[in-house]
């Protein structure tokens, strides 16, 4: 049974069925704090031998022990799967046939795209250039683009109605004005 155990755990577990937190502490490489934060938050299970109005004292056996480190076990892995913060992911084998491993190659690969149309929109605009499209580094869909072509044509559209508009207003403030003798024909502009 012990044989698959770390030399040091199989050692201290050979003469007893359970160990203190203080022995644990020594065992594994980290501070008594750190521990009971790991105790409290429960990612650690014990055996509590306190009474129900005396002190807690909790032992923590071999399978605790063990499955607590495989827990805390981590492995790096070949990239595209997605580290966590301190660029690591938790040990597991790679499966290329899986969902998430073909989700990972496509963001990569389409990842790789938006930065390769980046660098050309850089080259032909410049880095710090206001006329970079906005769409560059975006990844967008056909749909997204002809929804965006469609408003802004839309939004053309308006702004020349209303400039039409407006000038009809003008021209007809400006009649009024001449039928009411207000601004001599002579001043008016064309």
Known sequence: MLSDVPPPLAAIFEKQVTVTAAQLCELLPMSAKTFQAHVRLGHIEYVDFGTRDGPSRRAFTLEHVLRFINSRSFREVPYPLKPNRQGIVP??????KSYTFRLAMQRETEQAKRRREYREAVAEFGPFSKRLPPSVGLAMSPLAIA???RLREEAKERREAEKAAAAVARLAKKEKRQ??????AARMKP
């Open 147 to 149: 929804a965006r072509k």
């Open 179 to 184: 039928k009411l003798g207000r601004v001599p």
């Open 91 to 96: 040990a597991e084998p790679i499966n290329e």
